[in-house]
């Protein structure tokens, strides 16, 4: 009995510091980026940093305006967003609702796999088959571009919004969506008034999910937006916030790299805010 | 409690036997270490010449400290380093002040365009009018009437630094790309019909066509005796009336002897006779 207890409370003492160390981790990496991240801002001056609108970290007089990527990232992840989340969401609905089981079987697989392709794969094709293709149907000099930058984090972002979408709107109680047929309603009437709206919190996790892989991204986006610090145009060759610190990283030094660490900073910042902004917003509706 | 002292016992049985591997893998490094310092470009190079010295010399270690020619000469001269690492000629005044030079490679930067490019020869002026937006059209040097889409590498590279300095363009360029590896500007141009990019000699394939610069093709040999201008040297620094210690000249002797060209080459660059 004694012994039982004993073994018990070591297994509670293991499971208690495995969960402390990802708490630990989340704690370390924000106390480390802030430390590392701080000293920049201020150099540069906050102003300077955030809005400044040119970022030249390697010339003679260099400028560490941050505000292109800032808003790169925000245009890039919206565009990602508005592709991606209608095509997921009603993916989501088809396969949920509509399908057969052999379609959804098949789709499920392929969902799956998407999203374990890993991002340089997405970054290549997008290189080889999504930029010479852009810029020949829309007659531009050259398409690596915001666009490009979109689409590939739209296709990006598909497997997260459709799977957490079909597991919230698969747990909508079959007896909602009978009372709804019984009443007369047809079945798409159903599932968009009755099934879709049971299931909103989880399809906004979707969302959250999506933004969080979309601002977040660096390789693939890296490899087809052409990463040149310009503001953003849907056109135009643009630097985002992760791509910025990842194409800088490696032969930075000085300033230059204290203001990468900055520029982390702001993305990091940025990431807490949207998910407490979507957390907030999720909890209020779940009130509702 | 128990539990807790249990763990503390066992995280010092941890750190006891990582110490002991640690311990004993010092003890065995009685030939000493080659401190190098300076150019960020030549971090290939050296990494390469680092791998094959260190396995064919057992007991040696080479450090490098990628800081920046200017850095790496200083740091030579204030003898904070063993071998200082340039990517430019020393100055005359750095030469008076007691430094020697010894050219270790070449480093060659092949201008790159799509193979339907009509254009296969420009001069340096021309290249750099085109990188700074002088040039903004391909029919102004003798192409198709398209816009010029100006590929590079990114801030920091040792390829776009090399490159900027020989054309006299630092700082401004009007990059429409600035991708990060040689592979992408390489991938990047032969899919863009007006394309201009630049990349290191070594890594130029048939998917894209090398320029004649000054009516000069880049290869091996016309890098090596400079008729083919967009290059520059590699440069190992070391003090004139100071000799090198027993294990700096040991790599020195390796780096520049004719068994370190495959290396040499294996990283991009083309090594002197």
């Not at chain 1, 390697?58 to 808003?71: D, S």
Request: contains cysteine.
């Amino acid at each position: 009995m004694k012994k039982t207890r004993r073994l018990e409370g070591i297994i509670h003492g293991c499971f208690l510091i495995l969960g402390l160390i990802t708490v630990g981790f989340v704690l370390l990496i924000t106390v480390y980026l802030v430390i590392s991240g701080i000293p920049a801002i201020i150099e540069i001056g906050p102003k300077e940093f955030l809005f400044g609108k040119r970022w030249a970290s390697t010339a003679a007089e260099p400028e560490y305006g941050i505000l292109p990527f800032i808003l790169t990232s925000i245009y890039g992840t919206c565009g990602a967003i508005a592709i991606g989340v209608p095509v997921g969401f009603l993916s989501a609905v088809y396969l949920s609702k509509l399908a057969g089981r052999r379609i959804r079987t098949v789709a499920e697989e392929a969902v799956s796999l998407l999203a374990g392709i890993p991002s340089v794969v997405y970054g290549l094709v997008g290189m080889i088959i999504l930029v010479p293709g852009i810029r020949k149907l829309f007659d531009i000099p050259d398409g690596a571009s915001l666009l490009a930058a979109m689409i590939v984090l739209a296709i990006m972002i598909l497997p997260s919004i459709i799977k957490v979408s079909m597991t919230s709107l698969d747990a909508v109680p079959k007896e909602y969506e009978d009372a709804s047929l019984a009443l007369g309603a047809t079945p798409v009437e159903t599932y968009f008034k009755v099934s879709v709206p049971a299931a909103r919190s989880g399809i906004a996790a979707a969302v959250v999910l999506g933004v969080g892989r979309a601002i977040g991204e660096a390789m693939a986006v890296m490899m087809v937006s052409g990463n040149a610090a310009n503001m953003p145009g849907l056109f135009e060759s643009v630097k985002f916030l992760t791509t910025a610190v990842a194409s800088e990283m490696s032969y930075s030094e000085g300033l230059q790299r204290q203001a990468l660490f900055s520029i982390a900073l702001v993305l990091y910042v940025f990431i807490m805010l949207i998910n407490a902004l979507l957390n907030g917003v999720l909890k209020k509706r779940g009130e509702k | 409690m128990n539990i807790k002292r249990r763990l503390q016992s066992v995280m010092a049985a941890v750190m006891a036997g990582l110490m002991m591997v640690s311990a004993a893998g010092c003890a065995g490094n009685d030939g000493g270490t080659i401190a190098t310092d300076g150019s960020t470009s030549m971090e290939k190079v050296i990494g390469i010449l680092k791998e094959t010295f260190e396995a064919a010399n057992d007991g040696y270690t080479v450090t490098y400290n990628p800081t920046g020619s200017g850095t790496g000469i200083t740091a030579v001269s204030e003898g904070r380093c063993d071998i200082g690492l340039s990517s430019r000629y020393l100055k005359e005044d750095e030469k008076e002040g007691g430094l020697t030079e010894t050219i270790l490679a070449w480093d060659g930067i092949a201008i790159v365009v799509h193979p339907d490019n009509p254009v296969s020869e420009l001069d340096i002026a021309t290249i750099a009018a085109i990188y700074t937006g002088e040039i903004t059209n391909w029919s102004a040097v003798g192409g198709n009437d398209e816009e010029i889409v100006l590929i590079g590498r990114e801030a920091g590279s040792g390829t776009r630094d090399g490159f900027e300095s020989i054309t006299g363009t630092e700082d401004i360029c009007k990059y429409r790309q600035e991708l990060t590896s040689t592979g992408d500007v390489i991938v990047s141009v032969s899919s863009n019909p007006s394309a201009i990019g630049y990349a290191s000699y070594e890594a130029v394939q048939d998917s894209v066509k090398a320029l004649r610069v000054d009516g000069v093709a880049p290869g091996e040999d016309t890098i090596k005796d400079g008729s083919y201008a967009v290059r520059r040297p590699f440069v190992l620094v070391t003090k004139t009336d100071e000799p090198l210690s027993e294990a700096a000249q040991r790599f020195f002797d390796y780096a520049t002897s004719s068994e370190a060209h495959d290396a040499i080459k294996q990283a991009g660059a083309v090594p002197v006779e």
